[in-house]
């Protein structure tokens, strides 16, 4: 499509000294970057009037009806000093980004006074050609009947958030609905001229159900039956249509292989990230026969608050957490009943916060303040495998469900043979600014603490924080990407996804060598930084499943404990009901101060954990199994705790005059002062050297990592 415009697209290089290049070329001819090709949605009725090939204000082209190409990427768009309150829902919605677009800018189109002001989208759904994605009515007769279900499920789960906003709407065109292999995507929000209900949505489904599968037409229409009547609530219907979609997606064969990989970088003397799982914890598994979470549980996390707290924060994390998933895995691998997605989210959301506070206990019983607190980001995959009846012929199997917990800016992917998407929204300040409404999400990236976060866990109480929490259904093959900023930084991620992860799921590449290769593009491009990846290869495999015989539990062979090593399992109906915690926190990857406030001289053995069985509802369960949760960890945490080290093992205080109240800096990189317009609770990111705070800084900044990140670019 692009080939036929004479028009040049220029380097987004801004120093470059022949910016022009030919449309088609991918890499500029005279500095060599990498030219970008931003495709936008112009909204209204004024854009589809105009005709493709046409240039606008020297610098969009009309590729076709309203997509339009940005041939100067480097340069802002315009922008209106006051934002106008049509945009704010699309700010506020922010935290769907991985379904709703996000304003780019405005374009004039005509002579002033008259001229109109078009309203123009980015993150849209339009291909790398310039094309849309498929309507979802296009795409209905020719999918699954599992995938038909789960589009409905994202269509009920942005109800809420859109009329929240007044955009419900945008759910009741069909057209407006676009869809990029499993995910629902809209292609803008529309306010609509009245206010739409659960029967407007159950009308809009019933011409879906008339050519849904034969395996789940009937029970679709029921629903939708459902939804027309005015006595059924959401959460009634939502529970209809979570049943039904477990039941499908059991149906599907499916095989997990997990590798996972930290390294220091290049620049580093210490790593403070810790990732689950490791070489070490396959060695465990294969000595002890205890590790049974491989390859259900993956996590990144990456320390905040330097050498000396850093790395025992993030390294904290991960084996709390290890500790009670594994609980909460037993039990529920006891329950007859399935656990709703609710109740699932309420549960990793105390276990996050337990985690949060014993890591607050260590820095109170330390003394640490301000910026000397150490804390972490965290990002934990769970694959559920609950037993779903199939069936009165056929056995339980496993529900394929996958929850995503994200704190800070260490990101998750999934990445299919022709796309990359981020699951996860960073809590930092650009984030949050948009999500506010105060600015368009590239102007925050001109913000010198834009990279700073605005939660980590263990730097505050956990009644402060606000962990999210995500459930997909994994009915495709792809790998699911886990990675600290050490590799995100600069979307590395998404510039370099095409040459890895269609190689794997193609067979043309190990996922072990993905993973290492991965690791050292993260130390060529962002080589400031430690860096940490665990890949999941999501195979649809055609095996047969089988239950989870812990007899037989399947071990890695033994290697390095520097190499990446892989488990690769079928999934289970069940996990056995005696799961054991894991050893301690392996000392080789500590420093010689971090073991000092680790272990005490004469380590202890770990106090086991222990949780009520959970046959209530969630609230008896949220209060009381948890509650004892935290006190056995407490009292197991404690036992790992070396006596407060003496005043000559502690850091010297920094010299720079003291910050504001909950501010704490990154470990290891030099992090621009907080801006005069940011809030109290933002946190500098893992890994930098942060400066004295600016005496107009908020309270809870965390700055960015590790290094002086260089400006970010406009792509």
Not at 473 to 496: A, F, M, P, R, T
Request: net charge negative; hydrophobic share 35%.
């Amino acid at each position: 499509m692009i080939s036929s415009f004479s028009e040049p697209i220029y380097c987004p290089n801004l120093s470059c000294a022949e910016p022009r290049n030919t449309f088609g070329r991918q890499h500029c001819a005279a500095c060599e970057t990498a030219l970008i090709y931003r495709y936008l949605w112009a909204v209204g009725q004024a854009a589809e009037e105009v005709p493709t090939g046409k240039v606008i204000g020297d610098r969009y082209f009309v590729v076709a009806p309203q997509i339009w190409l940005d041939s100067r990427p480097a340069l802002p768009p315009s922008v209106p000093e006051q934002l106008p309150d049509t945009i704010m829902p699309y700010l506020h919605l922010y935290p769907q980004r991985l379904h709703t677009p996000e304003v780019y800018g405005f374009c004039s189109l005509g002579e002033a006074p008259e001229a109109t002001e078009v309203l123009l989208l980015e993150n849209v759904p339009i291909n790398n050609f310039g094309r849309l994605y498929p309507s979802i009515l296009e795409a209905w007769s020719g999918t699954t009947a599992a995938r038909q279900v789960y589009w409905l499920w994202q269509m009920l789960q942005l109800w809420m958030p859109l009329s929240e906003q007044g955009v419900a709407s945008s759910l009741l065109v069909p057209e407006n609905l676009r869809v990029e292999g499993w995910r629902i995507r809209l292609l803008e929000l529309h306010p609509g001229n009245f206010v739409p209900t659960l029967r407007d949505l159950g009308d809009v489904w019933s011409g879906l159900v008339e050519s849904a599968g034969p395996e789940v037409q009937s029970r679709l229409g029921e629903i939708c039956q459902f939804m027309r009547r005015s006595s059924m609530n959401f959460d009634a219907i939502a529970l209809e249509l979570n049943d039904l979609l477990l039941e499908q997606a059991a149906k599907l064969p499916l095989h997990l292989e997990v590798v996972g990989l930290t390294d220091t970088g290049p620049q580093r003397s210490q790593n403070e990230d810790s990732c689950y799982p490791t070489a070490a914890d396959f060695q465990s598994s294969k000595t002890s026969g205890g590790e049974k979470l491989i390859p259900y549980l993956t996590m990144v996390c990456d320390g905040v608050g330097g050498h000396e707290g850093g790395e025992v924060a993030s390294q904290l994390a991960v084996q709390s957490l290890k500790a009670l998933i594994q609980n909460l895995l037993a039990e529920i691998a006891e329950q007859e009943e399935l656990m709703t997605p609710a109740m699932v989210i309420k549960q990793l959301e105390e276990i996050v916060r337990v985690v949060n506070n014993v890591i607050s206990a260590q820095n109170n019983e330390q003394g640490k303040e301000l910026r000397q607190r150490m804390g972490t980001t965290l990002v934990m995959a769970l694959q559920l495998p609950q037993k779903v009846k199939i069936s009165e012929d056929l056995p339980s199997n496993n529900s394929h469900e996958l929850y995503l917990v994200n704190v800070g800016d260490s990101r998750a992917y999934w990445i299919g043979k022709n796309y990359c998407q981020r699951l996860t929204v960073d809590d930092d300040v650009a984030s949050r600014e948009v999500q506010l409404g105060h600015s368009l999400y590239w102007e925050t990236q001109l913000r010198s603490d834009s990279g700073a976060l605005t939660q980590a866990l263990g730097t505050r109480d956990g009644d402060f924080l606000r962990p999210t929490i995500q459930r997909f259904i994994v009915e495709e093959e792809g790998l699911l990407l886990l990675c600290s900023d050490g590799l995100s930084d600069n979307d590395w991620v998404e510039q370099s996804w095409e040459n890895y992860g269609p190689d794997v799921l193609e067979g043309k590449m190990s996922l072990e060598a993905s993973v290492q290769s991965w690791i050292r593009l993260a130390n060529e491009k962002n080589g400031y930084d430690n860096t940490s990846v665990v890949a999941t290869y999501c195979r649809m495999s055609p095996e047969r499943l089988v239950l989870f015989d812990p007899a037989v539990a399947s071990a890695p062979a033994s290697v390095p404990a520097s190499a990446p090593v892989s488990a690769s399992v079928s999934l289970p109906m069940s996990l056995p009901r005696s799961l054991q915690k894991s050893g301690r926190i392996p000392e080789s990857q500590l420093s010689e101060s971090s073991k000092q406030l680790l272990y005490p001289e004469t380590p202890l053995a770990p106090e086991p954990i222990q949780k009520p069985k959970f046959k209530l509802l969630l609230p008896m369960l949220g209060l009381l199994a948890l509650m004892l949760a935290c006190g056995a960890l407490g009292l197991w945490v404690q036992s790992l705790q070396s006596p407060q080290p003496d005043p000559a093992q502690l850091p010297p205080p920094p010299e720079t005059p003291a910050p504001s109240p909950s501010e704490i800096p990154s470990p290891g990189a030099e992090s621009p002062s907080p801006s005069p317009d940011s809030t109290p609770s933002e946190i500098p990111s893992p890994g930098a050297e942060s400066p004295s705070p600016s005496p107009d800084s908020t309270p809870s900044e965390i700055p960015s990592p590790e290094a002086e990140t260089p400006p970010p670019s406009p792509q």
